[in-house]
Every structure is written in structure tokens, then in C-alpha cells.
């Protein structure tokens, strides 16, 4: 088990930019895949972006590829969404959230044992 601490949301302008970071605590860091979803009221929490245990393999959702990025570093046990060309539907909170396992499909929430309290995002028009 990992705890996880989200940092970088704010307000920021249509077509801005904003880095997302989230730290872990654990002794075993590199063995987690770590995972980006986001959430709006009154709907289902969904997946944005995910990196692997190598850190070879990364997967986007249709609504942001292309306009966001997901990098690790391991010796600081954190991981980073660097979110470019933002637009208003990309506000909500956004969580970061940790997985042991090896999956096939990681768009679900059922991978995913450990997250964040969140972090809000807010993109103006």
C-alpha cells in the first residue's frame, strides 16, 4: 500500500497549460503503475492517463491525447501530467491512483488499490 498526495491544480485559461504531480509514499514505488482519472459532479470517475511499473507503456484517454503527457521519476517516487491545450471540459478534480498489478485494460477503477484526495483543475473560457 502507497499514500498519495496530488499537487499542481488551479484556474487556469482555455488553450493554458498546467503540470499535475503526485507523490507516494511506499517502499516499492517502481513496482506500482500509476494512473491519472478525473471526476465532475454527478458522473462516474474516469480514466485520463496511466504509466506502467517500467515505465515503457503509457495509455491516454481519446479526450486528451495528444494534448497531455504522463512521465515518472522514481527517485523522487512521483509522477507528473503535464496537461497542454486545455479546455473547459477538462475541468474537474483529478486524482492520482496506484496499481500492483498487471492488467490488460487499464481504463477501469478495479486495477486500482490506492488513491489521492485530489486535486481541482479549472479551465476558464
Known amino acids: 500500500q502507497v499514500q498519495l498526495a496530488e499537487s499542481g491544480g488551479g484556474l487556469v485559461q482555455a488553450g493554458g497549460s498546467l503540470r499535475l504531480a503526485c507523490t507516494a509514499s511506499?517502499?516499492?514505488?517502481?513496482?506500482?503503475?500509476m494512473g491519472w482519472f478525473r471526476q465532475v459532479p454527478g458522473k462516474e470517475r474516469e480514466f485520463v492517463a496511466v504509466?506502467?511499473?517500467?515505465?515503457?507503456?503509457?495509455y491516454f484517454a481519446d479526450s486528451v491525447k495528444g494534448r497531455f503527457s504522463i512521465s515518472r521519476d522514481n527517485a523522487k517516487n512521483t509522477i507528473y501530467l503535464q496537461m497542454n491545450s486545455l479546455k473547459p471540459e477538462d475541468t474537474a478534480t483529478y486524482y492520482c491512483?496506484?496499481?500492483?498489478?498487471?492488467?490488460?485494460?487499464?481504463?477501469?477503477?478495479?486495477?486500482?488499490?490506492?488513491w489521492g484526495q485530489g486535486t481541482q483543475v479549472t479551465v476558464s473560457s
Open positions: 511506499g517502499r516499492t514505488f517502481s513496482s506500482y503503475a
Open positions: 504509466i506502467t511499473q517500467t515505465g515503457g507503456l503509457t
Open positions: 491512483a496506484a496499481s500492483k498489478y498487471r492488467v490488460a485494460n487499464w481504463v477501469t477503477k478495479t486495477p486500482y488499490d490506492d
